[in-house]
């Protein structure tokens, strides 16, 4: 259940005054599931131009999570921080970290804006995730109300959307991922991040894009286990599926 969802249903239906709250609740909530879905479609047809992609990637993502919150404040409220944390669950703590960072800050910076009406932002991000480089997509709204009481005791509502895909190591050379990572992380901070990704662009030198897409799925749906989100014979089925060419949305149970 959202935020906002708890928030609605925590209100009192048989007095009027708090039923028109949840009429209001009922109207942020659908800007906010309307808002994910024009997210959602956005990057769908990212994905599906190859020609328009600087960091090309491999069929198609291997994870889609979008949520929306209320009342969120700067300093990576709970519920995005929750998101943000099982979204990019990698083994790897550094590289983790390195990510989790980075995708945190680009959460700050639209959450600690008070200025009142909308905001929009949207980055994409390279991260080492199950031995692949991955192409991490984030779309980020919020709207912000002049006053607390416009629509029931709220503040401000947020939404987001990632996307999360298999880089084609054969269509992006090691330079323009070099140059991208010390961009996002500085070059001071790169190195020990950028020695890990060569080794994994040369691991996946042996391989073509689709077996290394393929094993980047497998990697994720063990780790699904790990984390309780899928059970073993789920798994089977959803590794059954990968070999059989169908690309699995694997969840991160944090919706």
């Keep these: 259940?959202?935020?906002?969802?708890?928030?609605?249903?925590?209100l009192n239906t048989s007095d009027a005054d708090q039923r028109r709250q949840q009429e209001q609740l009922d109207f942020m909530l659908n800007a906010a599931k309307n808002k994910g879905e024009v997210f959602d479609n956005e990057l769908r047809l990212s994905y599906s131009d190859p020609e328009s992609q600087l960091i090309k990637i491999v069929g198609v993502p291997t994870y889609y999570d979008h949520g929306y919150l209320a009342n969120v404040h700067e300093g990576a409220d709970a519920g995005i921080s929750s998101a943000v944390d099982t979204f990019f669950a990698g083994k790897d703590g550094a590289?983790?970290?390195?990510?989790?960072s980075l995708v945190t800050t680009a959460v700050n910076a639209i959450l600690g804006n008070s200025s009142m009406g909308e905001q929009l932002d949207d980055k994409t991000f390279?991260?080492?995730e199950h031995n692949a480089i991955?192409?991490?997509?984030?779309?980020?709204?919020?709207?912000?109300f002049s006053d607390k009481g416009v629509i029931g005791n709220t503040q401000n509502v947020f939404c987001y959307s990632f996307g999360r895909s298999v880089v084609d190591h054969?269509?992006?050379?090691?330079?323009?991922?070099i140059n991208l990572v010390s961009q996002e992380i500085g070059d001071d901070a790169a190195p020990a991040y950028l020695k890990k990704m060569?080794?994994?662009?040369?691991?996946?030198?042996?391989m073509d894009p689709v077996?290394?897409?393929?094993e980047y799925q497998?990697?994720?749906?063990?780790?699904?286990?790990?984390?309780g989100v899928l059970t073993p014979e789920e798994a089977e089925q959803h590794h059954g599926a990968v070999e059989q060419g169908r690309t699995v949305l694997t969840s991160s149970g944090s919706a």
Excluded: C
């Design 198 to 206: 060569e080794e994994i662009y040369q691991f996946q030198q042996q």
């Design 218 to 227: 497998h990697q994720s749906i063990d780790h699904a286990v790990g984390r």
């Design 126 to 128: 390279i991260a080492l």
């Design 134 to 144: 991955v192409r991490v997509d984030v779309k980020f709204w919020r709207y912000n």
């Design 170 to 177: 054969t269509a992006v050379p090691i330079d323009v991922l």
């Design 95 to 100: 590289v983790k970290s390195g990510i989790h």
């Design 1 to 10: 259940m959202s935020v906002i969802s708890a928030l609605r249903n925590a």
């Design 211 to 214: 077996t290394a897409h393929k």
